[in-house]
């Protein structure tokens, strides 16, 4: 019987929120590594900042053409 990897969403891990060096909040998402899902866990974390970073690009890629545009 095959073995079936059990899906990990960003939103299953569970986040802190810290003050970077500039004093902005951030949030971090958490793995555990003695997790029993470890590689699962990484992924979800790996998509939710993906996810987040396409996401400001596409912010400020509207924002200045909005800009230019007025």
Do not use: C, H, W, Y
């Not at 992924?43 to 890629?61: C, D, M, P, Q, Y």
């Amino acid at each position: 019987m095959p073995v079936t990897k059990p899906n990990v969403r960003p939103s299953d891990l569970p986040t802190k929120r810290v003050r970077a060096p500039d004093g902005s909040i951030v949030r971090m998402k958490i793995v555990q590594s003695d997790s029993e899902t470890l590689a699962e866990d990484l992924l979800a974390a790996f998509r939710s900042n993906v996810r987040r970073i396409t996401t400001e690009r596409r912010r400020g890629a509207n924002a200045s053409a909005n800009a230019t545009e007025g």
